[in-house]
């Protein structure tokens, strides 16, 4: 069965600080992807990663992926206020019934 | 603005009752995905559509059926409603269904409360 763990659940940061994101999932998987929620907000997408050591970056979001250790990091630099949000990864198993499972989703309170 | 429009924001009814949920993509995007999020079920994957055609499903429930029309837009129906199908419903739309043309733009959501 396939699980995807994140951690931590919640994480408060103070600005200009450095953190990781941690996105753990238990079977081979074809991409992962990654989403911000704002509260009381829809989605928005982030992140498609597709391959091993596939990494994209995007202002002070990086996403990385390590297949081979069923691992993504999502990697936030410098943290501002503006970044404060939930955070869910999804996982996508293809190969027989399709699966897409999201995450727990880590909330992320940055403080001024 | 993602440029997916969903309809209704909001709905409220009663249990036993059926509802429909719309759904418009992108200009240009094949793909229609719908999802289910709930404070019990955290966010969960329901069905994919590409040009009309059912291309993946999650954890749908048989009283839930969705389709995809001609001109793209989508309609999720749920029926014989219970109050734990209280939740958030999003649909997400995409270009395609492969690779970077996954990338996924979502709508605002209808919050369906069962009472």
């Not at chain 1, 990654?34 to 992140?47: A, V």
């Not at chain 1, 410098?78 to 293809?94: M, R």
């Not at chain 2, 954890?59 to 939740?87: K, V, Y």
Request: proline share 3%; aromatic share 12%.
């Amino acid at each position: 069965e396939l699980k995807v763990e994140q951690n931590p659940l919640f994480l408060s940061m103070q600005e200009g600080k450095n953190y990781t994101i941690y996105c753990n999932y238990s079977t081979t998987s074809d991409r992962l992807y990654w989403y911000r929620q704002d509260p009381g907000k829809s989605l928005e997408s982030l992140f498609v990663l597709l391959s091993n050591g596939a990494v994209k970056q995007e202002g002070r979001l990086m996403a990385s992926l390590d297949t081979k250790a069923r691992l993504s990091t999502l990697h936030i630099t410098a943290a501002v206020h503006d970044l404060s949000a939930t955070y869910f990864c999804a996982v996508v198993l293809s190969s027989g019934t399709y699966k897409y499972i999201f995450g727990t989703g880590t909330r992320l309170k940055v403080l001024a | 603005d993602s440029g997916v429009t969903q309809t209704p924001k909001h709905l409220i009814t009663a249990t036993g009752q059926r509802v429909t949920l719309r759904c418009s993509p992108r200009s240009g995007d094949l793909s229609v995905y719908w999802y289910q999020q709930s404070l019990d079920q955290g966010l969960q994957f329901l069905i994919q559509y590409y040009n009309g055609e059912e291309r993946a499903k999650g954890n749908i429930l048989e009283r839930f059926s969705a389709q995809q029309f001609p001109d793209l837009h989508s309609e999720l129906n749920l029926s014989s409603l219970e109050l734990g199908d209280s939740a958030l419903y999003f649909c997400a739309s995409s270009v395609g269904s492969s690779g970077d043309q996954e990338t996924q733009y979502f709508g605002p959501g209808t919050r369906l409360l069962v009472l």
